[in-house]
Each structure stands twice: as C-alpha cells, then as structure tokens.
C-alpha cells in the first residue's frame, strides 16, 4: 500500500530556521521532460485528479530539502511536489495561504484544482551530468477543474539544494492558485497567494536563505524632537544614513512601537511635510529593494470624507517617478519609473480601514530586462495583497532621489490610472525599514512582529574618545604605557556629531583596534577595518560624558582606536570609533651590549666595563652586539615592539679630557620584541654611557603629545658599555743614525754607538686606521715589558751587542700616540773572524711592539731598517797594530815602527784616517847582562804617541849611552780590534786567532859582522 512507501533518507538532517528559501526573478528556459507521470489512480473517485505518483531518482543523484537529503519525490496532480511522509496533501484541491494546516515540506509551483483526468500531460526528467543532474516536472496544456483554459508550468530541482518555478503561455497567472514553499509550519515563503500577476513566460529561483535580511535603513524614530537639523533623524541600521525633518513633521509618542513619526494634514503639493530619509533609492538599491513600515491615518481609508495619501516618494523630476500613494478609495499603489523612462506600477485591491488603525504596509520590487521579468508586491499586515509582472529596463530611473516618508518630494503630480496626490499621509509613520533586495512574505511577517526598547534615538549620533578633559570633538589621546592603565573621556555625540547628546545615560561596549603598522584603512565609522581587538569590556556612560579607567594593555601597538559600540549586547546599532588615533609605548627600553670575543659580536661576554685596568675588552671598531628590549610597566616583554632607536653617546672613561667616538648602533632585526644587532660599533677608546630613544613606534602621537621620554618617545635608562681598546697599534721610525768610532771609519769589533738614536712612535688605532685618541693616561698600555725581541742586524758583516741593550724608553705623548726610545749601551760591534775588505754597512733594528693587553702592530716585528752612519761615515775596516824589529847604536835614540794597518782586500796598508786609537805605554823587557848584551833595564825609555797620528804611534826608544849596548823586547797591549795572529796560535783555544798583542826587539851597537853577510834575519 502506498501509505507503507518507505523514504530514503541518503543525506543529514539540518536543524530548520525560519524562512529557509528565498525567492527572486530568474531567466525563463523551459526544460523538456521526456517520460509520463503515471498516476496511481486508486486514491479519489475521480482517477488522475487529486492524484499522486512517487518518483524514484536515479544514479545516485539526491536533492537536499529543508536539510534532509531525498532519493524520490512525491508529485501530487494538483501543481505541487511534497517530500517525505504522504499526509494526503493531494487531497487537498483548494488552495489556501502559507502555512498550510498538517501538511510540511511542499513546493508548490502552482497549487490550484488542476485536473490532468481532462487532458494536458505531467511529464517527468532526470537530465544532467554530476554534480550538476537536475529533475524535471512539467505541466503541460493541463486543464483547470472548474475555471477553464489550460495551465503550462514545470519545477526543476538542482544537484545543489536549488529549484526553479517557470511558467509558460497559457492561463497560469496565479488568480486561483499559491506559489511559495513551506518546510514546516515555522518555515515557510510565500510568494503569491490568488493573485493574478501575468506569469506568462517568468521564472522564480528558491535558493537557501544565506542570512538574516540586512537592513539598509531603519527609522525608528525615537528621537527627542526635531528642528530640520541635518543626520536628527536616526538611522539605527548602523549604515549613518541619518535623515532629517522637512516642514512640520515631528515625533510622537504615539507611534506603533514606541514613538512615531507624526506627519499633518496638507493639501499643498508645493507645502511638504515629511522626513527625508536622505536614503538615494536609485544609487543605493537600483533594481531590488524593499520598504516596510506602519502606517496610521488619522482619516479612515475609504468612505465618506476619505481623500488621498501620500506616504512614500522619491520623484525629483516630472514623469521620473517613485511613490506609494493610497487612494480615497482605500487601494495601495506603488508607482515607480525605470532607466529607460517607462512607468511601471501595481495596486491593491481595496482596503477597508478604520482610522486610527495601524497597518502594516511592504512594498517590493524586483526589476529584471525581459517580458514581464519584472515584480512589484504589496503585502498588508504580512498578507500578499498583489503582485504585478511587468516590463522594465532592470533599473530605478537615474533622477530618482532620496526617499521622503509621509508626503509628496515635490510639487509635480502623476495623473492618470496610476496617479499620485499632493496631500500629505496625514497621520503617524512607524518602524520604517529599507532593504537593499525584494524580501519575501516570511520577512515581511518579521517586521510585523519586530519590537525594541523605546530609547531616545536623537541623543545619539556616534561616540568618541579622548583624553581627560579635551574637547570632545577635537581632543586627542596622547601616546600611552604599555602594562599601564589609564583614563580616558568616554562621549557621546548627537545625531549630527557635532555636540554632546545631552541626557545620555546607557551601558556601552568598549574596546581597542589595534594595530603595529600605520596607514590602516577605515571603514565609514571610522574604524580601522583591520587589528587586533582589546576587549576593554562593558562600561556605562553617564551625562553624555564619563571618564574611564582603562585596563592595562599589555604589548604595544603604533596605531590605536578606541570602538564604542551600542547597545552593549546583541547586534548594535552604532559603532563608532575615536577621531584620533594613539600609540601605546614600551614603558621601558632595556639594552645590552656583549660580543662573543674582542673581534667578534655574540653574546658570550657583556660589555660592561669601566675599569681602566683589566675586565673585558672590546677592539674599537668591531663589531659588537645590541639587544633592545620593549619591557611594559609590569616588567613584561612587550613582542610586538619593532622600533626604531637613536643613541645618544657620553664619556665613562677617560673621566676627563674624552674624545667622544662615534657609535655606529649598526642594522637591527626584531624578533618577539628584542631588536638585536649584530653590526654595532664603536670607533674609540674607553668607556661610554649610551641612552636609546625611540621616537618612530609612537609617531602617530607626534602633533598631541610632548617630545621625550615623558611624551610619546620610548627610552631606555643610561647604559655602560666598554671597555673599548685599540684594534691595532702602528708603528713609525725617526731617521736614525750611527757615529764612526774613529773619524770616518770603525775598527771590526771596535764597539760604536749613536749619532741619533733610534726612536719609534706608536699610534693607536681602530678598525679603520682613525688615531684613537683617548689611549693616554691610564688607557695608555704601552710599557717596556711589553716591547720584546730586541735585536740588530746588518747587511754586511755579523753585528753583535758588546755587553747588552738597555730597556726601551716608553713615552705616552698623549691624543693616542706613543714613543719608544732605543739605546745599544756600551755599543755595538761587528766582528772580525777574517780578514775582509772594507764596507759601508746598513743595519736593521727590530723589535715585537705590544701592549700590555694584547694590542699589537700586525706586522710584528717592527723592523726599523737601513741605519747607516752619519754624514756617509761608515765605512768597516779590518785592521792590526803593528810593531816592527828595529837596531842601532847605542849612542842615539832607536826609532820603532808602530802602524796601525787594515786589509784593503789584496794586503794590510797603512791606515792614515787613524788619529783616534789610544796606545799605551809599551812593555819593555830587558834580558840578563852578558858579553853581548850590556843593556840592563832603565838604561832606555820610550816615547810615542798617547793617540796615532795619521796611523802611526811615533815611538822612538831613548839611546843608552856608551857601552850600553845590547837589546830589549817590546810589546804594544792593543785594543782587541787592532790584535792580529801575529803567531799563528789560538792563545785562548777559544777559537779566536786575531788574539795577539804585537810584539818586537830593539838592538842597540851591535857589531857590524863579516862583510860576506848580505843579510841576517833574525827572530824574536
């Protein structure tokens, strides 16, 4: 039995809102349907009327209705589908309006007494591809029961949730019948109910409801009165299209729902007396929209002394129009002028009403390009009293202005079928409602029923923010502390925003938009329409104007606005933010210098010394690193904070007579609220006290809030950083010079000294080679222990200390600079293991110059080179005294050859630039007296030179005297660099030959010998 049919639910049940479906105009394109509707025929005594079939869809295709899923549907004869349960709706053949009795989840296309047992076919589809398969239903050429003519009309059901009613030549133009939906009861559109509107060739589209209608306007009216002052007249849809009072409308407080717009009795098309909504319907709305209200006339609508009203007009120019005109006669008519000039219009039926009878009145429109693609309705007291299919462009006539509640816009009048009138409403206008599309019957009965409270409107135009004490329109807010609270003036404006809505008492929603970056868009109420929202919470706002303690915000944020919003629950109506914006600041800037080593920037050791000795130290001009710190009141790090920092630099150390350097604070990154860098530098020696200031972050506060640390700049307190030393040391020679031992010339191993001394100057530097110049004083660190490896060399010949070198001479000449002073002590001297040819050497000083902490010359060591001798005086010689046998008589004094001699590289000349060497008395040594030698000592003396004369000693041995003949030795103790292997023995077995003393023997009267003897050598 087909009341045991069982319905497959393939889908999810939804939870049901009210009015689940909305309707709007859509293209007429008839589907074709291929297969017959085979009626079961065993429900009424007349087979194939009141009759029904179920349908099974195929593939897997399902339609969601109401939220439950469907795998067949139900076609009931009578121009309708139902899904789920059969509740005998097929019955029913007379159509009523929605919602219907013990019958849910119905489309009806056309739901009338439609009778296919008389002729005409319903034909069925399943057509398509997934995801897109649709299902067909068609009426065609079927015969009405009782009212003649025949009736084309289908629904086709989309894979997506949608459905379309389309309607075809023929007599379908909805007189008898009910078009709408109904998922239940609760849930139900209506969108035409026994009304004749020309369907022939139209289309409506269901869709799913998205959302609640969004209002374009509200007019409440609940505001204190009215002086035609611009924005008194109050909209509470949150959109600012505030209106105002023209001639002598005023609010009562005998409206609807609270109080109303009272609009008096005028005849006089050029006198008006109405509310401009300042609403622009063409502009704003153009093809759709919709306007409900409630409507008192202080005349009954109809019958003895009746006369026309006008309640809503837009017309700014003749037969351009738009209005809503009820007649003497008690109609509704709706009139409006599309953009290519033609009048469109619908009318009600008549309308018996009392005076003193508020009524509910919508109207809607739907302006589509097409053949009666075009809708206009007007419901009464929620019920669709007509609905008219027309012919228009698509759009409002381009001249059609803003929208005036309760009479006439000008004084040109319509005549004709659809005329207008000049005369006022003429009673009280209520909760009038503007909406952007054409909303449907369900909607309409919402505003039937909508309520609110009855506060004042007109006290309230927006809200604003500001400092204590500021002028409430232009005050400002003045940078704030991170983790401090703080007081603000919390206002209320009037409706024009250019005063204090006086009387203003009411609770209020509070919070911040906050934002890290500038230049944030706002919306119309002033609002960045980006940020993060700091819910500061609910406060009440007494007197219009109150001050607030703020909570504490946490982090910081460049660019802040205070959002009042209200009421403080549910949706509100108005949102308005502060004029001026405001930065809140770190409270406090907490740095940190620290490097990983003295060349180097890392965070191994911080940078905190201020000791002129020891702790740790840094090379002036390498990088070191900073980290900056946003802390809050609280001692809480702030992460948002990225600023900007500038530092400001003084002397630690040296205490007095500093020369500032430069810190360079380098490149910051920011993470969490620490900038770091890794690049700062600072170019001098010392130490130094360095405050940051950001004046970027809170810039915003630039105009309204003190300069410094106590107005809108972030600081941080003075911070220590050092101690800073030289990066290197570099090092320069004077022009020195040595002094020949002897005129022009020096013996080899005949020690000689300075003619100017060596003297190099240090200079301190930084990375980049600038004198540092506070290394002076106590951050002097140059010292002789710290000057190392001393020594000579030469380019010629083997140099050598002759006992060893004095310690270097440290001078601090202040300005980084230094002087090292080098003396040779008793001298130097080159030595003499052979005999070589004269040469003129150059010799080499060197030497390790650092300080005592480790600052250095790079080039290490410091070669102080090419000294040579002064005046071109230099030139080393080899040389020997020498002392040569000599005989005589006895009787005159005995000459002895004494020379000084140096190897000219073939053989030893005399040496006659001598006049330097010192000779000692000779040694004398007399031998035993005997036949041959009667010499006895102190018989002779000798005589010389104390110093050689052009190399020679001039030593002559006195005569003895008579009989005093016979001989004696003499030696010469010369110096060690005139000694000369003159025995060929290593006296010592030191290894030095060039050891003996010269030596020889004076002979006095010998005797002549034999003649025969040529020559006779003889050998001491």
């Known amino acids: ?343 469109v219009a619908t009318e009600t039926s008549v309308n018996h009403i009392d005076a003193g009878i508020w009524t509910h009145i919508a109207a809607t429109w739907s302006l589509a390009v097409g053949a009666n693609q075009s809708v ?150 002033n609002c960045p329409v980006t940020g993060d929202i700091l819910d500061v919470g609910a406060l009440t706002l007494t007197g219009s104007r109150d001050t607030h303690s703020l909570p504490a915000v946490a982090d910081v944020w460049r660019d802040v606005r205070v959002r009042i919003r209200y009421p403080a629950s549910g949706t509100p109506t108005i949102t308005a933010c502060s004029t001026d914006n405001f930065a809140v600041k770190p409270a406090s800037l907490s740095v940190v210098a620290s490097h990983a080593d003295w060349l180097t920037a890392g965070t191994s050791a911080n940078l905190t010394n201020t000791s002129a000795t020891g702790g740790v130290l840094h090379k002036a001009g390498r990088p070191f690193s900073l980290r900056v710190t946003g802390y809050n009141a609280a001692g809480g790090v702030t992460p948002n904070y990225a600023g900007s920092l500038t530092a400001s630099v003084e002397c630690l150390l040296p205490a007095s007579g500093c020369a500032l350097g430069n810190l360079d604070t380098g490149v910051f990154s920011n993470a969490s609220g620490v900038l770091t860098s890794s690049t700062a530098s600072y170019d001098e020696v010392g130490a130094i006290s360095a405050s940051f200031v950001d004046s970027v972050w809170a810039s915003v506060d630039s105009a309204d809030t003190a300069t410094g640390c106590a107005g809108f700049h972030a600081c941080s307190a003075a911070t220590a950083i050092g101690r800073f030393v030289p990066d290197h040391l570099v090092v320069s020679a004077n022009l020195a010079a040595f002094a020949p031992a002897c005129g022009g010339f020096t013996y080899l191993r005949q020690p000689f000294g300075f003619d100017t001394a060596p003297v190099w100057t240090v200079t301190a530097r930084n990375s980049a080679g600038a004198t540092t110049r506070n290394y002076a004083g106590s951050l002097f660190k140059l010292s002789a222990a710290s000057v190392t490896g001393q020594s000579w060399s030469a380019d010629s010949g083997a140099v050598s200390v002759v006992s060893s070198l004095p310690s270097v001479l440290v001078g601090d000449l202040g300005n980084g600079l230094g002087s090292l002073a080098f003396g040779v002590g008793d001298g130097l001297a080159f030595e003499r293991t052979t005999t070589v040819a004269p040469f003129s050497p150059l010799l080499t000083l060197s030497a390790s110059v650092s300080d005592s902490e480790g600052v250095s010359y790079a080039g290490n060591p410091f070669l102080h080179t090419s000294i040579g001798f002064a005046d071109g005086t230099g030139e080393m010689r080899f040389g020997r005294l020498r002392l040569i046998n000599a005989s005589g008589s006895e009787m005159r004094p005995l000459p002895m050859p004494l020379t000084a001699q140096y190897w000219n590289g073939a053989g030893f000349v005399g040496n006659a630039a001598d006049n330097c060497t010192a000779i000692a008395a000779p040694g004398l040594t007399f031998f035993a007296e005997t036949a041959d030698n009667r010499l006895a000592a102190g018989e002779v003396t000798a005589s010389f030179n104390a110093t050689l004369v052009a190399g020679n000693a001039d030593l002559r041995l006195s005569a003895p005297g008579v009989n005093n003949f016979g001989y004696l030795d003499l030696s010469i103790a010369a110096p060690d660099w005139l000694k000369y292997n003159w025995d060929g023995v290593d006296q010592a077995e030191d290894g030095e030959l060039f050891d003996d003393n010269p030596r020889a023997r004076a002979s006095f009267g010998k005797r002549k010998g034999s003649d025969k003897v040529i020559i006779r050598r003889e050998i001491f």
């Open 376 to 525: 206009l309705r007007i419901y009464v007291n929620g019920a669709l009293a007509t609905a008219s299919n027309v012919t228009s462009s698509g759009a409002l006539h381009g001249s059609i202005g803003t929208l005036y509640l309760g009479d006439n816009r000008g004084s040109f009048i319509k005549s004709g079928a659809t005329s207008g009138t000049g005369n006022s409403a003429d009673g009280t206008l209520d909760e009038v409602r503007i909406y952007n599309y054409e909303i449907s019957s369900a909607q309409v009965l919402d505003d039937l029923s909508a309520g609110h409270g009855c506060d004042l409107d007109i006290r309230l135009g927006g809200f604003n923010a500001v400092d204590v004490a500021a002028d409430a329109l232009t005050g400002k807010i003045s940078s704030k502390t991170a983790g401090a609270a703080f007081d603000l003036d919390l206002l209320a404006l009037n409706a024009a925003r250019n005063a204090l809505a006086g009387g203003f008492s009411d609770v209020v929603r509070v919070d911040l938009i906050a934002n890290t970056a500038l230049g944030i868009t706002l919306d119309g109420n």
């Open 1 to 343: 039995m087909r009341w045991l049919l069982t319905w497959l639910l393939i889908g999810w049940c939804a939870p049901l809102q009210a009015a689940t479906y909305a309707f709007q105009s859509d293209t007429f394109a008839w589907e074709s349907a291929a297969n017959n509707v085979i009626w079961e025929q065993t429900n009424t005594s007349y087979p194939r009327d009141d009759d029904k079939r179920v349908v099974n869809f195929s593939g897997g295709f399902t339609f969601n209705f109401g939220g439950i899923a469907y795998n067949a549907v139900r076609i009931h004869s009578n121009g309708a589908l139902q899904f789920g349960a059969d509740s005998g709706f097929h019955r029913v053949y007379t159509n009523s309006t929605l919602p219907v009795a013990s019958h849910d989840r119905l489309i009806l296309m056309y739901w009338d007494d439609i009778n296919p047992r008389t002729g005409g076919s319903v034909r069925y589809e399943q057509k398509g591809v997934a995801p897109n398969r649709y299902f067909v239903v068609s009426w065609e050429s079927v015969p009405h029961y009782s009212l003649g003519g025949v009736y084309t009309f289908q629904v086709i059901l989309y894979e997506n949730g949608d459905f379309k009613y389309q309607y075809g030549a023929g007599n379908a133009a909805g007189a008898s019948a009910t078009i709408g939906v109904e998922v239940g009861n609760s849930d139900f559109t209506l969108y035409s109910y026994n009304n004749a509107f020309g369907t022939s060739g139209t289309a409506i589209r269901w869709t799913k409801a998205s959302a609640s209608p969004g209002v374009s306007a509200y007019y409440a009216f609940e505001d204190a009165s009215w002086s035609g002052a611009s924005q008194e007249v109050y909209d509470r849809s949150g959109n600012d299209r505030h209106g105002r009072r023209v001639g002598n409308a005023q609010v009562t407080t005998a409206g609807r729902v609270c109080q109303g717009a009272a609009i008096p009795a005028n005849t006089s098309a050029a006198g008006i007396d109405a509310v401009n909504t300042a609403f622009d319907l063409d502009a704003t709305l153009g093809g759709k929209g919709s306007i409900s209200f409630w409507y008192r006339g202080n005349l009954a609508w109809s019958g003895g002394g009746a006369v026309h009203a006008q309640l809503l007009d837009a017309g700014t120019a003749n037969n351009q129009w738009f209005f809503m005109t009820k007649d003497r006669n008690s109609k509704l008519r709706l009139v409006m002028t599309d953009s290519a000039g033609a009048t």
